[in-house]
T-cell receptor, first 114, second 112 residues
C-alpha cells in the first residue's frame, strides 16, 4: 500500500517549456488535490477533483491545467512554465469530502523554472 | 481566503506549552490541523467539526469557537518531536464540492 505517490521528485525546466506532474493513489479515494508551497505562503490550492472526470479550480489555478481520467490518477500540467511557478508541489487525496475527512499527502515535487 | 494563523513562529524549551491560533473571516464549519516537518509532506493531526465533534489522535488538543470563527491548537509538555510547521485548514465550499484553504503556517521549534 504505497498511499500517495508523485512523479517526478525533482525537475528543472526552462521558461516556456511544458511538463506534467503525475499523482497516483491506491486508497480508492474520491477526492484529489494539487497544492503549491512557497516560503512564507503556506499551502495554496491549485485545482482539485471530487471524482473521476471532474475538476475544479482552487485559489491559484492560473497557468495550470488538470485532468482526472482515472480515479487513482490526478495530473497537473504546466503548458508554458514561468519562473513564478518555481515551487514545491504537493498532491493529496481524501476518501470523501474535503471538509470532513483526512487528507493524505504525497512526498512532493520540487520544480525549478529557469 | 486563507485563514490567519498566529504566531508566525515560536521557540520553546522541551516541556513548555504552546498555543497556535487560527482565525477566519468566514463562518467555519470545520477546522483541520496538519504538521509538516522540514523536507517532508504535511501530516494530519486533527479535525474539529461544527457541533463539537473532534477527530484526531496524539497528545495534542484543540478548540473550535464557531461564533468567533477561531480555532486554537494546544501543545502541552512539548517534546522535541513536536518541532515543525503547523497549518490550519478551513473549509472552502463551491458548486464543485469541498476543499481546504490552508493558513501560512506557524513554525514551532522545541529545543532541549
Amino acid at each position: 500500500n504505497a498511499g500517495v505517490t508523485q512523479t517526478p521528485k525533482f525537475r528543472v525546466l526552462k521558461t516556456g517549456q511544458s511538463m506534467t506532474l503525475l499523482c497516483a493513489q491506491d486508497m480508492n479515494h474520491e477526492y484529489m488535490y494539487w497544492y503549491r508551497q512557497d516560503p512564507g505562503m503556506g499551502l495554496r490550492l491549485i485545482h482539485y477533483s471530487v471524482g473521476e472526470g471532474t475538476t475544479a479550480k482552487g485559489e491559484v489555478p492560473d497557468g495550470y491545467n488538470v485532468s482526472r481520467l482515472k480515479k487513482q490518477n490526478f495530473l497537473l500540467g504546466l503548458e508554458s512554465a514561468a519562473p513564478s511557478q518555481t515551487s514545491v508541489y504537493f498532491c493529496a487525496s481524501s476518501r470523501t469530502s474535503g471538509n470532513t475527512d483526512t487528507q493524505y499527502f504525497g512526498p512532493g515535487t520540487r520544480l525549478t523554472v529557469l | 481566503q486563507q485563514p490567519v494563523q498566529s504566531p508566525q513562529a515560536v521557540i520553546l524549551r522541551e516541556g513548555e506549552d504552546a498555543v497556535i491560533n487560527c482565525s477566519s473571516s468566514k463562518a467555519l464549519y470545520s477546522v483541520h490541523w496538519y504538521r509538516q516537518k522540514h523536507g517532508e509532506a504535511p501530516v494530519f493531526l486533527m479535525i474539529l467539526l461544527k457541533g463539537g465533534e473532534q477527530k484526531g489522535h496524539e497528545k495534542i488538543s484543540a478548540s473550535f469557537n464557531e461564533k468567533k470563527q477561531q480555532s486554537s491548537l494546544y501543545l502541552t509538555a512539548s517534546q522535541l518531536s513536536y518541532s515543525g510547521t503547523y497549518f490550519c485548514g478551513t473549509e472552502m465550499r463551491s458548486n464543485s464540492g469541498y476543499a481546504l484553504n490552508f493558513g501560512k503556517g506557524t513554525s514551532l521549534l522545541v529545543t532541549p
